[in-house]
């Protein structure tokens, strides 16, 4: 069975926490990691994610945060 997964582009993310506080599975965290715009991102960090895509709703940066039903990206 394939999963659900989301993708977070780390060099778009600003640190907000706006998607890991949104996630009903609590599959989102903040890694200790600066990216190129010197905040700390979210990263997915685990199985169970619905697809719900409030991760998605909430990011204020358009194209952070991509949400796939079912499929897997490598």
């Given amino acids: ?3 659900n997964v989301i993708t ?3 060099d778009q993310c600003k640190g ?4 890991v506080e949104a996630c009903p599975r609590h599959c989102i ?3 200790s990691q600066i990216n190129a715009l010197g905040y700390q991102f979210a990263r997915f960090e ?3 994610c ?3 895509g409030f991760c998605w709703y909430v ?3 358009l194209g952070a ?3 796939y039903t079912g499929e897997k990206v490598s």
């Avoid at 907000?16 to 998607?19: F, T």
């Fill in 8 to 10: 977070i582009e780390p």
């Fill in 1 to 3: 069975m394939k999963e």
């Fill in 29 to 31: 965290s903040v890694t």
């Fill in 16 to 19: 907000c926490r706006l998607c």
């Fill in 46 to 48: 685990q199985k169970g």
């Fill in 50 to 52: 619905t697809a719900c």
């Fill in 59 to 61: 990011c204020p940066e």
């Fill in 65 to 67: 945060i991509t949400v």
